[in-house]
């Protein structure tokens, strides 16, 4: 998975839907959810997006890796 900031609606649902959280798809696609601002979201607006804490963390930890894998590719762009 790379170029997450090019995904579009539909893949962050997708991703959604392989880290088990596919509850918050209405709410990704009613907010426009698309791979930019799913790079953007701040906690805040998670707590937002999800109710329960327990999804808050799952979600943060996998947009973690998410952001890791996009530093280090844009990294290895340009070393």
């Known amino acids: 998975i790379t170029m997450v900031d090019k995904w579009s609606v ?33 906690e805040r607006m998670v707590e937002k997006l999800f109710p329960v804490m327990k999804h808050q963390v799952t979600f943060m930890k996998e947009l973690n890796k998410l952001r890791d894998m996009e530093t280090t590719a844009s990294d290895n762009l340009y070393s």
């Open 10 to 42: 539909d893949d962050t649902c997708h991703w959604l839907q392989n880290i088990n959280l596919i509850d918050a798809k209405e709410a990704f696609r009613e907010q426009q959810i698309d791979g930019e601002t799913l790079l953007g979201l701040t």
